[in-house]
């Protein structure tokens, strides 16, 4: 079954730096549009960032522009997730999520309905 994994959150202090990880398993990797969402206590559950199957195109919610950058290593079937100038605003649980890609496709997804298959979610806490 595709299971996605991730990984890196933990405490830091605002200005700092994560990088997440998620790792997929039971798919095609390079086939799929990977998204990284975000959910803070009491808040819905919203788009961070999304990458192209092939990594060629990327999008942002624009908090996360210019400081947060998406990448993919489809051999790895990781996707990842930098984070620099880290803010309180940014504390939430971090969600990697996958969509089967159409051939070729370049469509940017930013709809959590839009993908089909969720991690268990991965903590950031940023202090100020």
């Known amino acids: 079954q595709v299971q996605l994994v991730e990984s890196g959150g933990g405490f830091v202090q605002a200005g700092g730096s994560l990088r997440l990880s998620c790792a997929a398993s039971?798919?095609?990797?390079?086939?799929?549009?990977m998204g990284w969402f975000r959910q803070a206590p009491g808040k819905e559950r919203e788009f961070v960032a999304t990458i192209t199957w092939n990594g060629g195109s990327t999008d942002y919610v624009d908090s996360a522009k210019g400081r947060f950058t998406i990448s993919r290593d489809n051999a790895k079937k990781t996707v990842y997730l930098q984070m620099n100038s880290l803010r309180p605003a940014d504390t939430a649980v971090y969600y990697c999520?996958?969509?089967?890609?159409?051939?070729?496709?370049?469509?940017?997804?930013?709809?959590?309905?839009?993908?089909?298959?969720w991690g268990q979610g991965t903590q950031v806490t940023v202090s100020s």
């Open positions: 039971g798919l095609t990797f390079s086939m799929y549009v």
């Open positions: 999520a996958a969509r089967l890609s159409g051939r070729r496709e370049i469509t940017h997804y930013l709809n959590r309905d839009d993908y089909t298959y």
